[in-house]
């Protein structure tokens, strides 16, 4: 009688165990699959702010072209024309550089700023699985030394 309730025990707490284990891989993906939904969102909002600030550029080049085509126009002669050509090549050239990393800082900085929330985020959610998993151990040990005292 003894061996078959040991039997049972171990049986018992073999199912617990892989139960358990099941709810923690489940529980596991779930906040994996929450995770790269954020980071989707993320991305998206991200690829936004970018596609904003590339139409800034756009924006800012064509006044500054406006300007230079008006310019351009007052012109008195051929000799400042030349100049006027030169320095708005050399104005679209600083201002396209200066927009651009002004564009890849941001996103970078966005970008860095995001996956380190993520990989909290992603710490957090694993410590509360790992917590509920050693009280679910605990509730079932103290079940198993309960069954045991009984019998």
């Not at 072209?65 to 024309?81: C, V």
């Amino acid at each position: 009688h003894n061996r078959e309730h040991v039997e049972r025990v171990k049986a018992e707490k073999a199912a617990l165990e892989q139960e358990r284990k099941s709810k923690i891989e489940a529980q596991v993906r779930q906040v994996e699959e929450e995770l790269a939904r954020e980071r989707q969102k993320q991305e998206e909002r991200a690829a936004k702010i970018a596609q904003e600030i590339s139409n800034r550029k756009a924006r800012l080049l064509r006044e500054k072209e406006a300007e230079f085509r008006e310019d351009l126009a007052r012109a008195n002669s051929e000799e400042q024309r030349k100049l006027l050509m030169a320095q708005h090549q050399q104005d679209m050239n600083s201002l396209a550089k200066v927009l651009d990393t002004e564009r890849d800082r941001q996103t970078t900085q966005l970008q860095e700023k995001l996956a380190a929330r993520r990989e909290l985020k992603r710490q957090r959610k694993m410590q509360e699985l790992e917590k509920a998993a050693r009280q679910a151990e605990l509730e079932f040990e103290e079940k198993a030394l309960a069954q045991e005292s009984r019998d």
